[in-house]
């Protein structure tokens, strides 16, 4: 709950074939970190100059790196230096907040694989805390964490709160995305259950996700 309670403050203030032959993978031993990062760096760039930092950084955070890359073209255009008017820095637009709340240095924002792997890190908590059942199909889970990225996990799990009371499934983003609109109505926004207060930007972030996953859609037939 102290977690919960410290990310909705960072958010709330603003066809191949079969081998012939089968390998024993146990008898081969594990390639080093080193050889990994060699392997990355040897690979063609195909989504952007930035794809070895991607797919590293991915790889070491647990996440898919052309989700992040997609994040990376919705949020900045692959522009390093841009800065919003909110003060969100960066590839990623990750906020000063956020670094602090992993106890980052805010300067080290500016530095692109920190901007990066912030982003990586927040996406790993955001679905750590989110706790969507394993069951869940991917694009709900990856649409329902990508809403949170974007408007704050506070308003994103109101509206889970407000499917589950209303007897709809606050595992589909199709549901949650129709509660994160209600909740710039007062009849809803202010029952009891809803912890975050009224939420006015439900049209950004459902715009927000499906450019984000379409472009993650777009990736994954580019690149493995």
Request: aromatic fraction near 6%.
């Amino acid at each position: 709950m102290i977690l919960v309670t410290a990310l909705v403050a960072v958010y709330e203030s603003t066809e191949g074939k079969a081998p012939a032959t089968t390998i024993d993978l146990s008898a081969v031993p594990a390639p080093s970190n080193n050889e990994q990062m060699a392997a990355t760096a040897e690979l063609p760039c195909i989504i952007s100059r930035f794809d070895p930092i991607m797919r590293r950084v991915g790889s070491e955070e647990g996440q898919d790196w052309r989700l992040m890359s997609a994040i990376a073209y919705s949020e900045s255009r692959f522009i390093e230096d841009l800065k919003s008017s909110q003060g969100a820095m960066g590839i990623m637009q990750i906020r000063p907040v956020v670094a602090r709340h992993f106890n980052v240095p805010v300067e080290d924002i500016h530095d692109t694989e920190t901007n990066i792997r912030l982003a990586g890190m927040l996406l790993s908590e955001l679905d750590t805390m989110l706790r969507i059942p394993k069951s869940t199909p991917t694009e709900d889970r990856l649409s329902i964490i990508l809403a949170s990225y974007n408007a704050g996990i506070g308003h994103v799990l109101d509206a889970r709160r407000l499917a589950r009371h209303e007897g709809a499934n606050p595992n589909s983003w199709a549901d949650v995305s129709h509660y994160l609109k209600l909740k710039s109505d007062p009849a809803y926004y202010e029952l009891d259950i809803v912890q975050s207060g009224k939420f006015t930007g439900s049209g950004q972030t459902l715009h927000y996700v499906k450019e984000v996953m379409g472009k993650y859609n777009q990736y994954c037939s580019l690149a493995s």
